[in-house]
């Protein structure tokens, strides 16, 4: 792999053994022993990233799918770090006398051999590129949470290098036909957020919406840990600083000035994300600030100050953060109302303000004198004209179009091979079940509708250990025994047909949009068998029907008569009970915990609780 390596004569790198020594070398590798040493350190910081988009996303899934969703992060490093060694970096930056505008060719299989004067500088290249690849895949991973295949998934993260290395290849290699024209994006709010992004929207829209996410309306389902998702958060903002100072790409020169820059923008631009989104939730929800609201405010500011990090004013970062916020949180109510269900708003936070961070650098960047990062231009506001400002449009435009198509071919080639959506029966059970033998203890419904079934019975799943301890758990498991037993000497399981959870109207359910993969029609009647009911209607203390009647005769439809079925073998009527079983779940536990409360309240002896149940 020697040859790999020449471009263009340079002068040698100013390392002491290589001192008035001319070797060929690309640009990017024009560096020193101290870039070298801050280009290996931001790496391993941004490599960290990973765990905070783990905690970030297992904390906004259901406890049922927590463990899938970490074990789905662990492929996109492994897997998609192979490939991007594979073939990924040279599809970016490869010089070989076949790379053209449109992609790298070259520089495949990176491994310098022990001798060759690039060596160093090649591999602390090749690692900080790899931290990002797999970022911008990591980002897909929230948009497919709670129904996606997990083995689908990981040949989706293996092959999913492609969709982010040739655009890359556009804005930062010497060949890419963006960066002849003289596109700027230092830390990658474009090849990286909105690439992810896009790539998010499309998957989010091919799959359709988890199974009754929409049922009761368009408000966020509870998040299955919130201490989580803020701690994941953290570690993201943590991480950013390395990705945004780190790009500077060396300390070198007139570099560590705008490294320094760099940090402290970011941090301005999430000042100002996460100002305006305190302000944005405490609004929106009366009072009373949203977890999930604020999170994408914060990460939405960051991505937005990403492509011009060192370009902007104190004043300019802040403004641009509270924008990106502002943009994160009317995208992700948007795409809520086109039924793209995005669990963890990446498409909203990464497409959206990627897009707009982009876009921003046309608008507010400063010529970074004597760097030559925007080749001697400035943006519209600074009197640069709109030259800056055409390009960066343009540049978002490739990238946003490039990131949904090929994603959307992607998925659709992957689902002739393996089904990418996971079947109804385990959807409702839980991927951490059904995918990876992890038993929870505290995911509700869904195991206390399972204990009725015959698949609960079976000694694969008794054999395995719970984890964790719920005394709401248990007591949903405690009335479902009583139910058997009652069932065991009459015969017949009654059934109600009570509209669930007070205060909570069902969202008529069109199934417009069920994802592309598995589109159904159709407007069905709401004739649902819901056994779950019967506890609620105890905990409320309210009455109800012991039957429901369907042309005269009784419907108990269970979990068990949709194993084994595919998602896009079901009728839009079975897609819907199946929506509504899941929609129960997490709200049916926050019944348990209201009557959990009033027994302490009871057991106080306090005819007046200085607090009330919260509604």
């Not at 070298?36 to 905070?52: A, E, R």
């Not at 090849?191 to 929207?201: E, K, Q, R, Y």
């Not at 300019?316 to 924008?323: D, K, Q, R, V």
């Not at 409702?428 to 505290?442: M, N, S």
Request: hydrophobic residues 40%; contains cysteine.
């Amino acid at each position: 792999m020697e040859g790999n390596y020449t471009y263009e004569p340079r002068i040698g790198l100013r390392s002491p053994n290589l001192t008035n020594t001319t070797v060929n070398l690309q640009e990017s590798f024009e560096i020193d022993l101290e870039d070298t040493n801050w280009i290996l350190t931001s790496s391993f910081i941004i490599f960290t990233m990973q765990t905070g988009f783990g905690m970030l996303e297992s904390g906004c899934v259901s406890i049922k799918n927590e463990a899938n969703i970490m074990m789905k992060n662990l492929a996109d490093i492994s897997l998609g770090g192979l490939t991007y060694w594979i073939f990924g970096y040279g599809m970016s930056f490869g010089q070989g006398p076949l790379s053209n505008p449109f992609i790298g060719v070259g520089d495949f299989l990176v491994d310098p051999p022990v001798g060759d004067a690039l060596m160093g500088p090649v591999f602390a290249s090749f690692l900080f590129q790899l931290s990002f690849a797999t970022t911008a895949t990591t980002i897909v991973s929230g948009a497919m949470a709670e129904r996606c295949n997990f083995k689908a998934y990981c040949l989706f993260s293996f092959l999913n290098t492609i969709v982010y290395c040739v655009p890359a290849g556009w804005v930062w290699g010497e060949h890419g036909f963006l960066n002849r024209m003289g596109a700027v994006d230092i830390a990658g709010s474009g090849p990286v957020h909105l690439i992810g992004g896009s790539s998010a929207f499309a998957s989010a829209l091919m799959l359709g919406p988890r199974l009754g996410r929409y049922a009761k309306g368009y408000d966020p389902l509870p998040l299955g840990n919130p201490v989580n998702a803020v701690m994941g958060t953290f570690v993201l903002w943590w991480g950013w600083l390395a990705f945004n100072s780190g790009s500077t790409y060396g300390v070198s020169g007139a570099k560590w000035q705008y490294a320094a820059r760099a940090a402290v923008m970011t941090m301005m631009g999430s000042f100002g994300g996460g100002a305006f989104g305190l302000i944005f939730t405490l609004f929106k929800n009366k009072g009373r600030a949203d977890v999930l609201d604020l999170i994408n405010s914060v990460l939405g500011s960051l991505v937005s100050i990403t492509a011009g990090c060192f370009l902007y004013r104190a004043w300019e970062a802040l403004l641009i953060g509270a924008i990106g916020a502002l943009i994160a949180s009317l995208s992700a109510a948007l795409f809520d109302r086109l039924h793209v269900d995005d669990p963890v708003g990446a498409s909203a936070v990464h497409g959206a303000c990627g897009f707009w961070g982009v876009v921003a650098v046309g608008l507010f960047a400063d010529n970074p004198i004597p760097m030559e990062t925007t080749n001697g231009r400035s943006g519209l506001f600074k009197g640069g004209g709109w030259y800056l400002l055409g390009v960066q449009t343009l540049t978002a435009l490739c990238l946003m179009l490039w990131g949904a198509l090929v994603t959307m071919a992607l998925l659709w080639l992957i689902d002739r091979v393996l089904p990418i959506r996971m079947d109804p029966y385990d959807e409702l059970l839980g991927a951490d079940l059904t995918e990876h033998r992890v038993r929870h203890g505290q995911v509700g419904v869904s195991r206390a509708v399972s204990a009725l079934r015959p698949f609960h019975r079976s000694s694969s799943i008794e054999d395995i250990g719970s984890i964790g301890v719920n005394t709401g758990h248990n007591m949903v498991i405690d009335k479902l025994s009583e139910l058997k037993k009652k069932r065991s000497k009459s015969g017949n399981l009654k059934i109600f047909t009570n509209q669930a959870f007070v205060g909570e109207t069902a969202n008529e359910q069109t199934f417009r949009n069920t994802g592309f993969l598995n589109k159904r029609p159709g407007n069905p009647e709401n004739d649902l068998h819901r056994v779950i009911d019967s506890m609620e209607g105890e905990l409320n203390g309210t009455n109800h029907d012991d039957t429901v009647k369907n042309g005269g005769k009784l419907t108990a439809k269970n979990l068990e008569h949709f194993k084994g079925k595919k998602f896009k073998e079901l009728s839009a009527s079975e897609l819907e009970e199946l929506g509504q079983m899941q929609a129960n779940e997490d709200r049916f536990r926050h019944k348990i915990i209201e009557h959990d409360y009033k027994n302490d309240v009871d057991r106080s002896g306090i005819t007046t609780p200085s607090f009330k149940w919260i509604e």
